[in-house]
């Protein structure tokens, strides 16, 4: 459901398109709003309440319980709940899960470029390069990593605006990047041993991160306590990010509520067809990504140039459509439309790019 602004006189539906933290539901969000001034029965908030008390220890259950329904995920796999975002992975992954000390990493883009970076602190890294085609969409090759302690992928790509159509059965331990796709598009959790995201584009405020892996992969290994998943397994170490998880748990109720994982995808595959079928037929606006290996969350795409790019930025900001620049290392446009965002943003889009078009290409040809 959209929410509404005043802007030039009138009420308009504003919808964020922004690539992370990304737009909540609104009714979760009127819901906390109780929350904060009184959470359960205690007469306390929900933002001074101990992560030790009985209450919040219901919060903590419910998220787990609803996230292993919604994503499959089964007992011998833990859920930490961490913090640090999804840039403290990239450097605790090869800590935890290091034995030989050499890694594959498939680069797809600037968060998996990162990730290795991290990794290289760590032991040797081996970049694999994606196979990439309009019609298959995006793989790699599964040979191209021998004797390796495990292979990472970005599942998505956030600021590329691709994905991953294929993954190829491995014997080494594939570790995803779900950061931008989790809970919007179906994952087979029992292909990866690990899985990791953070929350702030489908799951819920930022300050939360969720690392899901196989327990065969937990070691007990001397690092500093925060850093080792060990450490995590089954139990709240320290303080987590409190309200992240309570906002958290609501998010998941409300994708329950409407159906799961499957239904998500499906309307997610539904407003990116909007937008994607706009782009490819319009004169002035064109899709960055061609063919199957388009994101069904990030929409990278461009007027031609960045005037123009500007131009439509401003247009659009003007009608209550937020956030549509790029990310400040590629420039043009973006819109990010995760699970919160409704069809009708997706449609509303379209219509600001039509009209902008409109006013920008066409009036100028008559004069
Ligand atoms: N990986 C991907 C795919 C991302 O999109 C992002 C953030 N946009 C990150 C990693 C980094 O996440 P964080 O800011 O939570 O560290």
Not at 291 to 305: E, K, Q, V, W
Request: aromatic share 8%.
């Amino acid at each position: 459901m959209p929410r509404q602004t005043y802007r030039g006189g009138y009420i308009v539906s504003t919808y964020t398109y922004s690539a992370g933290p990304g737009m909540l539901p609104k009714e979760v969000m009127q819901e906390i709003q109780q929350h904060l001034l009184t959470f359960e029965y205690e007469g306390v908030s929900i933002l001074e309440t101990s992560h030790r008390s009985e209450a919040f220890q219901h919060v903590v259950d419910s998220l787990e319980v609803r996230l292993r329904r919604l994503m499959g995920i089964p007992r011998h796999y833990a859920v930490l709940w961490l913090q640090g975002g999804a840039t403290l992975q990239f450097s605790m992954i090869p800590m935890n899960l290091s034995r030989c000390n050499r890694f594959a990493y498939v680069d797809t883009g600037v968060w998996s470029k990162k990730a290795m970076e991290d990794a290289r602190r760590f032991g040797e890294v081996e970049v694999i390069q994606p196979i990439s085609d309009e019609a298959d969409g995006m793989s790699f090759d599964s040979r191209s990593a021998q004797d390796v302690d495990y292979l990472h992928v970005t599942l998505n790509n956030t600021i590329e605006g691709t994905r991953f159509t294929n993954i190829p059965e491995m014997d080494i331990p594939l570790v995803a990047d779900a950061s931008s796709n989790i809970l919007a598009e179906k994952i087979d959790v029992e292909r990866f041993g690990v899985i990791y995201a953070g929350a702030q584009k489908n799951i819920g405020p930022a300050g939360l991160t969720v690392v899901i892996i196989r327990r065969d992969l937990i070691q007990s290994l001397s690092l500093p306590s925060y850093l080792s998943y060990a450490s995590h397994e089954d139990k709240l170490l320290n303080t987590p990010a409190t309200f992240s998880m309570f906002t958290a748990e609501r998010v998941l109720k409300w994708i329950e509520d409407r159906g799961g994982v499957e239904a998500m995808e499906r309307l997610n595959r539904k407003k990116s067809e909007v937008v994607y079928s706009f782009l490819d037929r319009s004169n002035h606006f064109s899709s960055l990504v061609s063919g199957n290996r388009r994101s069904l969350t990030n929409i990278p795409f461009t007027t031609g140039d960045s005037e123009g790019d500007a131009a439509f930025q401003r247009f659009a900001l003007e009608r209550g459509l937020v956030e549509l620049g790029g990310h400040r290392s590629v420039g043009g446009l973006r819109a990010s439309l995760y699970n919160s965002m409704p069809l009708a943003g997706a449609v509303r889009l379209v219509d600001v790019m039509r009209e902008f078009e409109e006013e920008t290409y066409v009036s100028h040809q008559n004069i």
